[in-house]
């Protein structure tokens, strides 16, 4: 099977250009068929202040009103995807901006009311991975932002880290897949104050182990539960930290299996 790398840029990436532009170059240095996933939270949450809408987050995911999908959807899938876009451009790399409604390539349910109202928040349903790969097979460069559609007209707020998952489990079908979550740390850290602590394995016993301990917490949860989703849905490789790793010359980061 061939291979295809997908890669996700997490917030902090995003909001420095030093490092967004270092990362692009890796990117598009990156040989071999390739996704980019962007988030985008951070820069979500400054402008939606800008504009007097306070955010809310609960447990990693934004509640996501009329007001903040209006935000969202200019700050994902306009300044920050075109921007990307752009960018990967001028490091001559074909790219395409996509929401999940473009090409029809990922659809998803609103999240059903419970304990907690997420608003116009989306639970990933069906990825067009066939959709997805006529772009990769005419030589373009998919690169996806954190929204996606109902179907019926409604765009919906989907976490980053989930489109990315989810778009791996669908390509699965077609290539031998692995993930890279990019991110500000070396890795998942034993002590998150000591950046040389990475935890170079993670399977699901250690998981378990650290959750007990407490050393997982806030955004890495819904990453490490999407990692073992992943990998639970054909996913061959999931790889978490700095995006240095993308060089393969740096060992220093950390491995996910089941
Ligand atoms: N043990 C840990 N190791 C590394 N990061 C951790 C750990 N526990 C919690 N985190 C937090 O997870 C964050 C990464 O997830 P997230 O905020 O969703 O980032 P991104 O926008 O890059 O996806 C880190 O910035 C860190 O604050
Ligand atoms: C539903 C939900 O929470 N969506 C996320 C999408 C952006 C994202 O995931 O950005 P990062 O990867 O930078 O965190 C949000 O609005 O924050």
């Known amino acids: 099977m061939e291979k295809l790398s997908i ?5 902090n990436i995003i909001e420095d250009d030093e490092a967004l532009h270092a990362f ?9 068929k390739k996704i980019l996933v962007h988030g985008g939270g951070k820069r979500a949450t400054h ?25 969202i959807t200019m700050v994902y899938g306009g300044l920050v995807n075109k921007n990307v876009v752009a960018k990967l451009q001028a490091l001559n790399t074909n790219a395409i901006g996509l929401t999940g409604a473009d090409i029809n390539s990922i659809k998803s349910d609103k999240r059903p009311v419970k304990e907690v109202d997420f608003g116009f928040v989306g639970d ?3 990825v067009a991975y066939k959709s997805i790969d006529k772009l990769i097979q005419a030589d373009f460069t998919p690169v996806f932002c954190a929204i996606t559609h109902d179907g019926n007209g409604q765009l919906l707020n989907t976490n980053a880290d989930t489109i990315t998952s989810q778009v791996a489990v669908g390509m699965s079908h077609l290539y031998e897949t692995s993930i890279y979550y990019c991110f500000e740390l070396n890795g998942v850290l034993e002590n998150i104050n ?10 699901s016993k250690i998981y378990k182990d650290l959750l007990e301990k407490g050393i997982i917490a806030d955004g890495m949860l819904p990453k490490l539960e999407n990692c073992f989703d992943a990998l639970k849905h054909g996913v061959h490789n999931i790889n978490m930290g700095n995006t240095s790793m ?12 089941l």
């Open 194 to 203: 000591d950046k040389n602590s990475v935890i170079k394995h993670i399977d």
């Open 124 to 126: 990933v349903k069906e």
């Open 47 to 71: 402008m939606a202040s800008k504009l007097g809408i306070e955010s809310k987050m609960i447990n990693g995911r934004r509640i996501t009103d009329a007001d903040t999908l209006e935000v």
């Open 24 to 32: 692009l170059k890796l990117f598009s240095n990156l040989k071999g």
């Open 246 to 257: 993308l060089t393969r010359e740096n060992d220093n980061f950390t491995k996910i299996t």
């Open 7 to 11: 890669v996700k840029i997490g917030g």
